[in-house]
């Protein structure tokens, strides 16, 4: 079955460059969200995305954008990226049929290494 | 604001031991939770999804409990295997935040061969 595809798998930049994340949801899912994972922590949510439209925002920084196209995949972009950035990016997708049958499927990050 | 709190944070069981983890919530009113298995460095595999309006879940050696009312959810993996090792999340979407999952904490769980 399909799952959720993230590129890269590792991506290493230095301190002010900028980075773009992909996430392919899973065919027919209409609701993206994007995590930040740094070491030994939990997931902290970042924003996510509903038909394309956004539809919650968490701790994302300002310096930190996102965007769902028409064919569902969705980028996050970050500029002037801080040795702190460095971790693991996630996306999740799920398809908002019955909300409470909702089930988040999630992609196997992008590990971000800010130098 | 929702929060999750899963403890312990970290377990070492011997090899086919049976064993409970737990996670607990502030608010009542959830839609659904689901209980995630990460390995180090990777991604999250769902393991097991519970619907408000459901008490428990099953899978194979696995056994999710859903109890609102007192804000908790455990996960019982039966004959515990070596190949269990990894960190157990419990994530929660509720109606504030329903394009949101609320994750807790973690328990790392070791399985001693």
């Known amino acids: 079955a399909a799952g959720v595809i993230q590129s890269p798998r590792h991506l290493i930049k230095e301190k002010r460059e900028t980075a773009t994340l992909k996430c392919y949801p899973i065919?027919?899912?209409?609701?993206v969200y994007w995590y930040q994972q740094g070491p030994g922590q939990d997931p902290q949510f970042l924003i996510s995305?509903?038909?394309?439209?956004?539809?919650d925002k968490g701790s994302i920084p300002d310096r930190f954008s996102a965007q769902q196209f028409s064919d569902y995949h969705s980028e996050l972009n970050m500029s002037s990226l801080e040795l702190g950035d460095s971790a693991l990016y996630f996306c999740?997708?799920?398809?908002?049929?019955?909300?409470?049958?909702?089930?988040?499927?999630f992609g196997q990050g992008t590990r971000l290494t800010v130098v | 604001k929702q929060e999750v709190t899963q403890i312990p944070a970290a377990l070492s069981v011997p090899e086919g031991e049976n064993l409970v983890l737990n996670c607990s919530f502030t608010d009542s009113a959830i839609y659904n939770l689901q209980w995630f298995r990460q390995d180090p460095g990777k991604g999250l595999t769902s393991l097991l999804l519970i619907q408000s309006s459901q008490r428990e879940q099953t899978s194979g050696r696995l056994n999710a409990s859903l109890d609102k009312s007192s804000g908790r959810s455990t996960l019982y993996i039966a004959a515990s295997q070596p190949g269990d090792s990894a960190t157990y999340l419990c994530?929660?979407?509720?109606?504030?935040?329903?394009?949101?999952?609320?994750f807790g904490t973690g328990t790392r769980l070791t399985v001693i061969p």
């Open positions: 999740a997708s799920s398809h908002r049929d019955r909300v409470m049958n909702t089930e988040a499927f």
């Open positions: 065919p027919r899912h209409d609701t």
């Open positions: 994530a929660l979407l509720d109606p504030i935040g329903a394009n949101n999952l609320f």
């Open positions: 995305f509903y038909e394309k439209m956004q539809s």
